[in-house]
Each structure stands twice: as C-alpha cells, then as structure tokens.
C-alpha cells in the first residue's frame, strides 16, 4: 500500500455516530428536569457526544489535549504577514514552556498540548525534541515532536508550495498526532497551528474549495497593513484559478502549508478514533473543511468552538454547516479556543449525566403539555 492509499483508506474508515445512542440521548433530554431546549446548544452537544462514544451518560471528557502543528509557508515572501518568521520558532519553542496563549489555558486546565514540527523554517535546539509521540508510559510528550518534512514550503504565489507526495506525508503526521492521543488515553482533543504566513495559505484553499472571491474570504491575519493586504487578495485570487479541477490533496500541495495538511489528517485521525475533536480559529476550519473534502463523516466527531474575527470563517463554518459555541472576539489561534470550548463540553456532558429527570425529581410535568403541543420551545 502506498502512502497516499494509507490516507485514503484511514480517511475512508471513519464509523457513523451511534444512531441509537443519539436517538436514546434525545429522549432523556426531553424528560430531565428543565423545559426541553432551555439548556440550549448544551444539550445539542451532549446528543453528538453520545453519538460519538455510543454511550448517553457518564461521558468523562476530562482527559484533554491540543494536538499543535507548526511549520512555515514561502509566501510570506510576497509581504503578506506581519510577523517575522522567526515567530514560528519563537512560538514553537514557547508552546513547551507553557507561556503562549493556548499553553498557559492548558498549564491552568491541566491540557496536554502535543506540539509537532512539521515543517519550521529555522533551528530548533536538538534537546527540544523528541521522536516519539507518546512518552514511555503512554502519555502525551511535554517535548516537540520532530516529523519536520521541509524547512517551510516553498513559496506558492510562483510554484507549488510543495509536491503531492509532501501533502500526503504531512496528513499522515496528523493520522499519527491521532493516534498517539488515543494511546494516551484522550477523551476530548482540539486542533490547533503555528506558522506564519497561514492565514494566507487558508484563504487559498478555502478559495479552491468555495470559489468565493478573494476579497470575501481575505483578512489582515496578525495585523496586515494595506498594502500587505492588497497583496494578499491577488495570491488567493490566483491561487483559487490554479486550483480549479484540482483533487483535495493537489490542492492541499499546490496552496496549502505543511501545518494545514497535518491539522487535516488529525482531524480525520481524531473521527476515526472516535475522540471528539473541537475546531479552533480560521486556519483550524480551513483545515476541517479539507478533512470534510476528504471524508464528509468526519463533521460528525466535530464542535466549533468560537466564532474567529477573520473574514473567512463564517464561510468555512457554512461548509461544515456547523455553528460556533460562542463569540469571544477572539483571533489569536494556536488552538486557543479549544480550552474554552472543552469546559462548555465537559457542561454538557455533566447535566446529561448528573441532571434527574422530572418523574426522578417528583415533579409533575402535565405543565408542559400545552408547551410541547404548541412546539413553544
């Protein structure tokens, strides 16, 4: 089997969620002690969640990671970032010191992060690495995992920003970064990134994938300056004419980035191992939406966690057709929102577990018999 057949057929092996737990968590949702529908997306979480592991209550989705893959991207030699890409490094290394945004979440919430070099431009100190995913006892590596396939991209607004056979390598780390944290025991992952230049490489490719014009997908990233984002709106629009008839994975080697191939085969890994994965920012969608390109089931096993202010979102968001659990404002990345989002989670699936029912309580609902008659929820 070939590499790229191993993609295809990992992606391909992705169950459907458990239809009758989905069907038994419905209906406890309607019998606990509350209104139906007054907990809201809550109690839509705790029926996909269901769903997932096959079980209605008594899901502990405590044991949480961040699986972060960091590379760079040649088009940042166009002018379209605002940051140095030594910020790649910079951040790389940080995520082990737990002093980034997401890593300081995750040192306060007790998160694993499992942070992979995929392909960062410049130096790492060797002592900073390590080659396994798990440590020896199973858990997740506080060191940065060294799968780095290229020193970045080359740059896509004059070649192909890597080869096909790259693309598929990349994806695999993702299957792998799956895999480890199910080893490790993970019962809720988030998918998040480091790499300069990536907002750029996700607006091509959502642009490959959509369609939509440049000017509806393109945002200022970090902080682009005008002439930047001038910049920025002719690559995508070039890129998303290139890409036309192109495959998934083409499209992921001639405009993607290293980091968005393998946060796309961790969110395919994720499904395939039944681990609920929450989705981040922008550069996160974008890399859920090639999953969904590559294997539509995977939304299922999918929760959005915040609404991301780049201009793109909303329209990956409406690919996926899913809906984001708050809007905080937030653009920061990393995997920044996922923190966040496992709390909402872990809400729901405490009031599924631990909520009584009506009769449970000794409460009388004929009350909501004019309510359900009327559908007034």
Do not use: W
Not at 163 to 182: H, P, S, Y
Not at 241 to 254: E, F, H, S, V, Y
Not at 295 to 303: D, K, L
Not at 316 to 340: I, N, Q, T
């Amino acid at each position: 089997m070939t590499e790229e057949e191993k993609v295809m057929a990992l992606a391909g092996s992705i169950d459907e969620p458990d239809q009758a737990a989905i069907a038994a968590a419905r209906e406890r949702q309607s019998v606990l002690a509350k209104v139906p529908g007054s907990l809201g997306k809550l109690e839509d979480i705790s029926i996909k969640i269901a769903g997932i592991t096959g079980k209605v209550k008594d899901n502990d989705v405590r044991k949480q990671c961040v699986a972060i893959m960091c590379a760079d991207n040649g088009v940042v030699a166009e002018g379209v970032a605002s940051a140095p890409q030594s910020v790649t490094q910079s951040q790389t290394i940080n995520f082990t010191r737990r002093i980034t945004g997401v890593s300081s979440q995750a040192r306060y919430f007790g998160i694993d992060l499992l942070v992979t070099d995929v392909g960062v431009a410049m130096d790492i100190p060797k002592d900073l690495y390590t080659d396994e995913m798990n440590t020896p006892d199973g858990g997740i590596p506080i060191q940065i995992v060294n799968r780095r396939l290229e020193n970045g991209t080359r740059d896509l607004a004059v070649e192909p920003a890597m080869t096909r056979e790259q693309a598929v390598k990349a994806i695999l780390v993702g299957f792998e970064a799956a895999d480890a944290m199910k080893k490790a025991g993970v019962q809720l992952c988030g998918i998040g990134e480091m790499g300069i230049g990536n907002t750029t490489t996700s607006s091509c490719l959502l642009g490959a994938i959509t369609g939509i014009t440049a000017e509806d997908i393109v945002g200022r990233g970090g902080g682009l300056n005008n002439e930047g984002l001038q910049t920025k709106y002719r690559i995508v629009a070039e890129a998303t004419k290139r890409c036309a008839g192109m495959d998934t994975i083409d499209k992921l080697a001639n405009v993607g980035g290293l980091d968005i191939c393998a946060m796309t085969g961790a969110f395919l890994g994720a499904a395939k191992n039944h681990i609920p994965v929450v989705i981040d920012g922008f550069i996160s969608i974008v890399a859920a939406c090639m999953a969904r390109e590559l294997n539509p089931m995977v939304t299922n096993y999918m929760f959005a966690s915040h609404k991301s202010k780049e201009i793109g979102y909303v329209a990956a968001m409406e690919r996926l057709g899913l809906a984001p659990m708050f809007d905080l404002g937030m653009r920061l990345g990393e995997g920044s929102g996922c923190p966040v989002a496992f709390k909402v989670i872990e809400a729901s699936c405490a009031h599924m577990s631990l909520m009584k029912t009506l009769a449970e309580g000794s409460i009388d609902d004929s009350y909501l018999d004019e309510i359900r008659k009327g559908n007034f929820f």
